[in-house]
């Protein structure tokens, strides 16, 4: 099985580092494609896969094709691409905003398509990416990719609508949570924590809470309340987020991340 890239920049470093941590595919399996060859020496170095700028190179050879370049280069590498497909092939895109119909248009109504919204956490096997496959991909394919998916974290089939909100909720969402994570950090430091020790401790109660929501299945509300004892400190804490309208603004974040992936 040859799995392609084509682009591979933060996003297919990350699912690349995650499939070979796992062992489910060895790098000479692996081949990329970027624009320039600066990058495709960085790469080869780090990940130890063939890396090319010619795009046609990688779509010719790979049995799953990525598609991981930003979307305001779809077009140009669509066009490059589309004649050396086959209907054999089958094209994962994980890119924001491109759904099956653009996709369809200018790969070819013939193609095996499977829209995908992964996440950076990938690259430690904690990723979540939600699947959306086209009406020609088999059971098979289909599981094929999935099997994938899942050597770096967990994956799911969902409708096309619902993919443009994953990708705020959980595609983006890693950025509000690293500027969480240094602002707890920046807060310990103002008061004499030493930094890394600060960005250790943050990252790990963030990490244990993830996962108190994972295991407990118990409402976010009620871990809080866990949290508050009365007349203590932690319900300071949160009357002052509830002040500055925290949740507020996280709501936000993730409506304009999803109004902008419904513009590209
Ligand atoms: N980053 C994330 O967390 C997530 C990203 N995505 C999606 O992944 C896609 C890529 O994003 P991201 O990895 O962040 O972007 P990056 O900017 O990190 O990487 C883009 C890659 O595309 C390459 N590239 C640019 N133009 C071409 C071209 N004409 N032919 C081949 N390769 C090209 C770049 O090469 P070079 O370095 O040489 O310029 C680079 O390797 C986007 O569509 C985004 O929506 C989806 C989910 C999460
Ligand atoms: O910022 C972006 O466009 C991509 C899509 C989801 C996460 N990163």
């Given at each position: 099985m040859k799995l392609g890239f084509i682009g591979c920049g933060n996003m297919a470093s990350a699912i690349i580092g995650g499939i070979l941590n796992k062992g489910l595919?060895?790098?000479?399996?692996i081949c990329a494609s970027v624009k320039t060859q600066s990058s495709a020496q960085k790469i080869q170095n780090t990940l130890g896969i063939s890396c090319t700028t010619n795009n046609l190179e990688v779509a010719k050879t790979a049995d799953y094709l990525f598609l991981a370049v930003k979307p305001q280069f779809c077009t140009d590498v669509a066009l490059q691409i589309k004649d050396a497909l086959t209907d054999k092939q089958v094209i994962i895109s994980v890119i924001a905003g491109k759904n099956l119909e653009w996709l369809k248009e200018h790969l070819g109504n013939d193609k095996k398509i499977i829209r995908t919204m992964p996440n950076t956490p990938a690259l430690v096997g904690e990723g979540v990416t939600g699947v959306c496959p086209d009406n020609l991909t088999s059971d098979e394919d289909l599981q094929n990719v999935l099997t994938l998916l899942r050597s770096f974290g967990q994956a799911d089939i969902v409708t096309e609508p619902i993919l443009d909100i994953v990708g705020a909720v959980s595609g983006s969402s890693p950025a509000f949570v690293f500027m969480f994570i240094e602002a707890l950090a920046d807060g310990a430091v103002a008061e004499g924590m030493p930094r890394k020790q600060a960005y250790d401790f943050a990252a790990q109660a963030v990490l244990g809470s993830a996962k108190m929501v994972l295991e407990t299945k118990k409402h976010p509300g009620e871990l809080k309340d866990m949290v508050c004892?009365?007349?203590?400190?932690t319900i300071e804490g949160v009357n002052t987020l509830e002040k500055e309208g925290m949740r507020s603004a996280v709501m936000d974040a993730v409506r304009a991340c999803i109004q902008k992936t419904r513009k590209l």
């Open positions: 595919a060895q790098p000479e399996d004892s009365p007349a203590g400190t």
